[in-house]
């Protein structure tokens, strides 16, 4: 049994390695004269212009809108933003030398540790939902900043709401 497998397997590989005819290349024939194409240090290079899509700008519209709020201990983003960073993450789709820094924000309530992890997974889930609608991972880096930057420096709950967030900050800006 063995020697019958060995010498399948021997055959194989003989088959396989089995050379082929060699084909000569077909003879180029001709075509009418062409104008060379330009090099590519003299195309037209547009710089990366601050419109978004449809001539929508990064300073109006739905690209103004640069945070991401969210319920108490919670990083699941709600679906009133997913349209917001749909936009954002096509933006950067079509805008490839874009550059955005994610940065996660808390309340003040709970302890530097806790909240510095919070804001770093709201972040990063923020990072995720825009990398799926065409931002790549290096056009995108996420930070944490805990309840260090608040927005608001009140001590109740509408003040509490305006801190945990997530603020989205293009290069250049």
Known sequence: ?????????????????????????????????????????????????????????????????????YDLDRYDVKDEYRPLLQAHGKYLAEHRNAKMLVQGNCDERGSREYNIALGQRRADNVKRMMQLYGATDSQVETVSFGKEKPRNTGHDEGAWAENRRDDMVYAGE
């Open 1 to 69: 049994m063995k020697k019958t497998l060995f010498a399948a397997v021997a055959l194989a590989l003989m088959y396989g390695c089995a050379s082929t005819p060699e084909t000569k290349p077909a003879e180029p024939q001709a075509t009418p004269a062409q104008p060379p194409a330009a090099p590519p240090s003299t195309m037209e290079v547009k710089p990366l212009a601050p419109s978004g899509m449809q001539g929508e700008s990064l300073k109006e519209g739905t690209l103004a809108k640069r945070s991401v709020f």
